[in-house]
């Protein structure tokens, strides 16, 4: 396994990083996401007809209690992922006070923020991207949707 040191991120975004990650990681399949997902019990809802521009697939988990809804899309091209990642991390990050974490490898990013009762978790790997928001009580079994994901 590879490790590689990462900077903070300081000034104007108040984002914080760890000092090390993974350098790679290998991203999942729409058809992985949705296996793994429903064998948690999760409900999926394929939305790409509402999705802008190069969406190959983007689908919604939902629990059945409806306490979170985690989104998944699949890119044409890892550029597009990253772009989806970098505005949503920015956006979630101008809106919400605090300070959040960013860690990043050769061909992923991921953002992690809890502020004003909400939490956000967002990854891009290649041309796949994982984002959910949702209040802040439901931090430990999102964490165990992605970590089962093997995000």
């Given at each position: 396994m ?6 903070a991120?300081?000034?104007c975004s ?14 999942i399949?729409?058809d ?13 809802r ?43 991390s ?8 605090g300070?959040?974490t ?16 909400t939490?956000?978790?967002m990854?891009?790997?290649d041309s ?24």
């Amino acid at each position: 396994m590879v490790l590689v040191a990462l900077f903070a991120f300081t000034a104007c975004s108040g984002r914080t990083a760890a000092t090390t990650v993974e350098e790679y990681r290998t991203a999942i399949t729409a058809d992985e996401f949705t296996s793994t997902a429903t064998s948690l019990g999760f409900s999926i809802r394929d939305i790409t007809a509402y999705m802008h521009g190069n969406t190959v697939v983007s689908l919604e988990a939902t629990n059945g209690y409806d306490d979170f809804q985690v989104g998944f899309t699949v890119f044409e091209e890892a550029g597009q992922a990253y772009t989806a990642f970098n505005h949503n991390s920015s956006e979630f990050d101008r809106r919400h006070a605090g300070s959040g974490t960013a860690y990043s490898g050769s061909n992923w990013g991921s953002f992690e923020k809890t502020s004003e009762g909400t939490y956000c978790f967002m990854i891009h790997i290649d041309s796949t991207f994982l984002y959910v928001q949702a209040n802040d009580e439901h931090t430990d079994a999102i964490n165990d949707f992605i970590r089962n994901l093997g995000y």
